[in-house]
DNA sequence: TGACAACTGCTACATATGTAGTAGAATTCT
DNA sequence: AGAATTCTACTACATATGTAGCAGTTGTCA
């Protein structure tokens, strides 16, 4: 499920709480998000027909949850730039990334460290060259 | 400078080989793409627009070449991935895809190799904890 | 119990995207 | 040279996105 920005935004603020009304989204937008109330209750419209939003009444106020979680679509982000902007090929992208210069000499350290935790745990069950 | 898919699609051609012209990319596109000619026209002259391609003309036929570069666009890609999709921070983005399950041992131990030899060459020189 | 405030469903509208068609100029083939 | 092909510039048009307004309904508080 591909997101759009407005979408990223309310999504996120759901994620980090929910449910949650329009209204209360309204008031958690980042600061420099100015949009007007309706604005949020369109994208949270469209979140839910795309349904990675669910709504439900009480009364007659709506309240939402999301339904897409946040590891579905971090991962369909990735899916997707991995596919356009590196022809789907992990190592590069990875590569990329490692070297970027963002990336502290800790972070590298800390990164290593998962991966190295990650291989003893899952050992050898996991061989495939995933292209 | 962000991309749609079919300028992606586009780009990567013109990075791989270049200056082409219209004609010359219409014929790489790959088998499961089939437009039009024009739509790669098109495509290109939107390219042109916002200045991430340049048009030269040889007679009366146009050649391309890409002025933005691969490694700016990936950039920007993940800068905007990171910013929406991770708050703009890149340690919980490595994090996340450190731990993809589609990650092969192989894989791991790649990236392990990657991110080690960075860090002894780039050495301390670094060390803020970025975000 | 009326005046307001807050909600809700719908509509609006400009720009972006995805995809292609057309007409006329230039080139090429026979 | 006339026909067929290829280019180029321009236009088209449906759907998606970004952003918001409006009218009517419901809740709330003096």
Redesign the pocket.
Known sequence: M?L????WLIMNLLWEKHPA????I?ERLPRR???????V???L??LVE?QAVQ?K?D?????YEPVLTRKQARSTAIKMLLNHAFDGAFGPMMHFLAEDENLSANQRKELIQILSEKNKSKGEKNGRTNK
Chains 1, 2 share one sequence.
């Open positions: 591909k759009t920005e407005p979408e009304n329009a209204r209360g309204f998000v100015s949009w007007a109330y309706t604005t209750k369109t994208t419209d469209r795309k709504k009444k009364g007659n106020i709506g309240y």
